[in-house]
């Protein structure tokens, strides 16, 4: 894993590295990358992924609409910055 | 002092609610300076308590809980700088039954970053301390929980685990550490790490209030859509124990063998059989966690951009929105949250999904069918729940890999949505060890009443 990679990959996941956490990431990253090689020496053929456990069913319900005051909405939605109750942001484009 | 010792002296009148309250209260300022273990303290609730009735199950609780759990109008931080000043907007369902059920808060516990950690050296607000050795870690991530209970802060609290993160910490601070079975009690108010692990539960001084408190929070919940309230009432009167023989190799200290091997003679020689079993796929089980754990971790942080729930650092001087997320998350996130989403994001990329996420998921599945398998033979499985004593603060922070190593016994019943609890089972050096139980998916009961007999045998 080089550091072009890491910064790659930290860029796609929207997070600035400084210098010192670019330097050390390379190698940290590889540490546990070469920990979980070990994982190839299983033979997984025709074995299905465990994505979910069976005995447990999606709870579904109907999506209701809700009336809430601005005060309560903007608390639910953690806003921060706002400007004539809409959330302000940097520009976009 | 017990949920049901306080419950007793609350009844013969012996003290008033107030006034167990405030003892409670003046430990926490007594100790907190130099545990670390509290981030929020909430002293107004001597002026809540007066509604309390006598017949509730949880009478005269008091609770410490993680602060990656929702209390309303409290402030929330999951132990990281991107949610400093996030105030909660509504209780957990967890909470919420707590309340309804008679338990009341005394403060939030400190971890690490977002559960992230085995050592609560992570936490933005500073390392709590393990109050048995203050030069020791209390565990983690729920090490503040832990500590509180174990420094008699307060009676019981509320933990997560993804890895192994209620179980390790309580091992490492003599207590009493349960992870119910994946699905039985909601996670709606309880800040996300990785979804398919993710479980809460007691931290406690005793069996009987472990499972007290699990009685009270478990159930379905629509607000968390795979929780069920499945559970067996089924407990047979003779017991099975079976000890794999993979836990006993590679990373194990003597003084965590010497211990558990001790425990397990004196287990042997009570009325459970004791029988050697194998789970060959242990050895695959931390890696396989790594990568799904890492995965889910970077899908759940990735709404933590700085412009919602709370801080702010790029603003106002971010370029563009793409700036802003940079620094925002860049500043708010420590080492550890960011490695791990770093690795999740490499994981999930096109053309590693496969080689890793999938591959992972099957090993899972393999991992589940060792249990399964086990089970066939014995009731409940009886393992070492760390691999070593409480480390030293410092220890191996600067090392992640030997950090993660720290939940090889415990990633296991998470892989699997085991229930699992750890108890104290013996010392060494003055420090505690703890033994970890596990059963069957849904069979808390069993796992429950063998505990509580193991507990008898070790005391």
């Not at chain 1, 069913?57 to 004539?84: H, S």
């Not at chain 2, 008033?16 to 909430?42: A, G, P, Y």
């Not at chain 2, 550490?177 to 800040?191: A, W």
């Given at each position: 894993m080089h550091k072009k990679e890491i910064e790659r990959l930290a860029f796609f996941a929207r997070i600035k590295l400084d210098r010192e956490e670019l330097n050390n990431a390379p190698?940290?990253?590889?540490?546990?990358?070469?920990?979980?090689?070990?994982?190839?020496?299983?033979?997984?053929?025709?074995?299905?992924?465990?994505?979910?456990?069976?005995?447990?069913?999606?709870?579904?319900?109907?999506?209701?609409?809700?009336?809430?005051?601005?005060?309560?909405?903007?608390?639910?939605?953690?806003?921060?910055?706002?400007?004539?109750d809409y959330l302000r942001v940097e520009s976009i484009l | 002092m017990t949920i049901k010792e306080t419950q007793e002296k609350l009844k013969r009148k012996e003290?008033?609610?107030?006034?167990?309250?405030?003892?409670?209260?003046?430990?926490?300022?007594?100790?907190?300076?130099?545990?670390?273990?509290?981030?929020?303290?909430?002293?107004?609730?001597?002026?809540?308590?007066?509604?309390?009735?006598?017949?509730?199950?949880?009478?005269?609780?008091?609770?410490?809980?993680?602060?990656?759990?929702?209390?309303?109008d409290e402030r929330c931080t999951s132990g990281s700088k991107i949610l400093e000043h996030y105030v909660a907007p509504f209780d957990a369902t967890v909470i919420e039954k707590i309340k309804e059920g008679g338990g009341v808060f005394v403060g939030k516990g400190n971890m690490d970053e977002f559960a992230m950690g085995s050592s609560t050296e992570n936490s933005a607000f500073g390392p709590a301390r393990n109050p048995l050795d203050l030069e020791r870690v209390p565990g983690g991530s729920s090490g503040g929980p832990a500590a509180a209970v174990s420094d008699g802060m307060c009676n019981v609290a509320l933990g997560s685990d993804t890895g192994g993160s209620i179980r390790q910490p309580s091992?490492?601070?003599?207590?009493?550490?349960?992870?119910?079975?994946?699905?039985?009690?909601?996670?709606?108010?309880?800040?996300?790490?990785?979804?398919?692990?993710?479980?809460?539960?007691?931290?406690?001084?005793?069996?009987?209030?472990?499972?007290?408190?699990?009685?009270?929070?478990?159930?379905?919940?629509?607000?968390?859509?795979?929780?069920?309230?499945?559970?067996?009432?089924?407990?047979?009167?003779?017991?099975?124990?079976?000890?794999?023989?993979?836990?006993?190799?590679?990373?194990?200290?003597?003084?965590?063998?010497?211990?558990?091997?001790?425990?397990?003679?004196?287990?042997?020689?009570?009325?459970?059989?004791?029988?050697?079993?194998?789970?060959?796929?242990?050895?695959?089980?931390?890696?396989?966690?790594?990568?799904?754990?890492?995965s889910e971790v970077s899908a759940n942080m990735a709404r933590y951009d700085g412009i919602r729930y709370g801080l702010e650092f790029g603003r106002p001087a971010a370029k563009s929105i793409q700036d802003a997320y940079l620094k925002n998350r860049g500043e708010g996130f420590g080492k550890e949250v960011k490695r791990r989403v770093i690795l999740g994001t490499y994981a999930l990329s096109a053309g590693y999904y496969d080689a890793y996420y999938v591959k992972a998921q099957k090993i899972r599945a393999l991992i589940a069918e060792d249990f399964k398998k086990a089970f066939a033979k014995v009731d409940v499985i009886l393992t070492p729940t760390t691999p070593t004593l409480p480390f030293k603060i410092g220890e191996k922070i600067e090392d992640p890999l030997s950090m993660h190593l720290s939940d090889i016994f415990t990633v296991t019943a998470n892989l699997a949505g085991l229930p699992a609890i750890t108890l104290p089972c013996g010392e060494k050096k003055g420090l505690p060890v703890g033994a970890q139980?596990?059963?069957?998916?849904?069979?808390?009961?069993?796992?429950?009443?063998?505990?509580?007999?193991?507990?008898k045998i070790w005391k």
């Open positions: 190698q940290e990253i590889q540490s546990i990358l070469h920990y979980i090689q070990k994982l190839s020496d299983v033979d997984t053929e025709g074995v299905d992924p465990l994505f979910h456990f069976p005995e447990l069913e999606n709870i579904t319900r109907e999506d209701t609409a809700e009336t809430v005051d601005r005060e309560t909405q903007k608390r639910m939605m953690g806003m921060g910055k706002d400007k004539d | 003290i008033s609610h107030r006034e167990m309250v405030s003892s409670f209260l003046s430990r926490i300022k007594e100790r907190n300076e130099k545990t670390n273990s509290l981030l929020s303290v909430f002293e107004d609730v001597i002026d809540k308590e007066s509604s309390v009735k006598e017949d509730l199950p949880l009478y005269g609780a008091v609770f410490v809980v993680k602060d990656n759990i929702l209390i309303k091992a490492f601070c003599g207590v009493v550490g349960f992870k119910p079975t994946y699905g039985t009690v909601s996670r709606s108010g309880v800040i996300a790490m990785a979804s398919s692990f993710d479980q809460v539960g007691p931290i406690a001084k005793n069996v009987e209030d472990a499972e007290l408190v699990f009685k009270v929070i478990h159930g379905k919940d629509v607000l968390d859509s795979v929780t069920s309230d499945l559970v067996s009432k089924v407990v047979k009167k003779k017991i099975r124990v079976g000890v794999p023989k993979e836990y006993f190799v590679e990373g194990i200290s003597k003084d965590i063998k010497e211990t558990i091997e001790g425990a397990i003679s004196k287990v042997d020689a009570s009325e459970f059989e004791v029988v050697e079993i194998s789970l060959p796929h242990t050895e695959y089980a931390l890696p396989a966690y790594e990568i799904i754990m890492a139980i596990l059963a069957k998916r849904f069979h808390e009961d069993t796992l429950f009443a063998v505990a509580k007999k193991c507990e």
